[in-house]
């Protein structure tokens, strides 16, 4: 089935550093991704998403690209801020409507000032 | 535009008893999806309803189940908690108009205790 693998964390950086998130999938067909974002005590929020092969999603600075040949969807930021800490999920659904998405374990990120 | 609500926000039980945990969908849309996040399993898929209909269900006991209302509202139960019960659950809607069919939004979540 479907599956999700993103780097594990936590991770831990210094405000204004470079940020990545590996993330690579298996899946049948040719999947929607996803990056979402959870900060303490919220559920979770859409940050980007790339619907085909070659497509880059972006958001507030985050940017990830679809990457078909090595089944990735890193996730990267060139210059984090304090606020940026939270638990990222990287997920993908199956356009073949089985209506729900796979994520994967989510990577903790605390960005220290 | 109200978000996705989901009621109650907290709640502590005892192993045996039963749950029933509630969410409106933000206004329009008419999917409603349920997930359980646990520190050990993740975010894991329970059921997704569409017109009072479940095109999908995850792989949980039948001691998990939901439905959703004509209004879209829908409601999980937990029948007979044991301890691994104990998770945030989580409920997500879509509005399938857009073609953004699969981007769902979520809700704060139903932290759910059990003792």
């Known amino acids: 089935g479907d599956s999700v693998t993103q780097m594990e964390g936590p991770v831990t950086l210094s405000e204004e550093a470079f940020l990545t998130i590996n993330c690579t999938y298996t899946?049948?067909?040719?999947?929607?991704l996803f990056w979402y974002v959870q900060y303490p005590g919220e559920g979770l929020q859409l940050l980007l998403k790339a619907t085909k092969a070659d497509d880059k999603g972006s958001n507030k600075g985050f940017e990830a690209t679809y990457r078909k040949e090595t089944t990735s969807f890193h996730l990267e930021k060139g210059s984090v801020q304090v606020s940026d800490s939270a638990v990222y999920f990287c997920?993908?659904?199956?356009?073949?409507?089985?209506?729900?998405?796979?994520f994967g374990a989510g990577t903790t990120v605390t960005v220290r000032a | 535009k109200a978000g996705v609500t989901q009621t109650p926000r907290y709640l502590i039980k005892t192993r045996g008893q039963q749950v029933t945990l509630s969410c409106s969908p933000i206004?329009?849309?008419?999917?409603v999806s349920w997930y359980q996040q646990t520190p050990g399993q993740g975010l894991q898929f329970l059921f997704e309803?569409?017109?009072?209909?479940?095109?999908n269900k995850g792989n949980f006991p039948g001691r998990f189940s939901g439905r959703q209302f004509s209004n879209s509202r829908s409601e999980m139960n937990v029948s007979t908690l044991e301890l691994g019960d104990s998770a945030l659950y989580l409920c997500?809607?879509?509005?399938?108009?857009?073609?953004?069919?699969?981007?769902?939004?979520f809700g704060a979540g139903s932290r759910l205790t059990v003792l």
């Open positions: 997500a809607s879509s509005d399938l108009k857009t073609g953004d069919a699969n981007v769902l939004t």
């Open positions: 899946a049948t067909g040719y999947p929607s």
């Open positions: 997920a993908l659904s199956d356009p073949g409507g089985d209506y729900k998405l796979s």
């Open positions: 309803y569409f017109s009072e209909t479940q095109r």
């Open positions: 206004s329009g849309h008419r999917s």
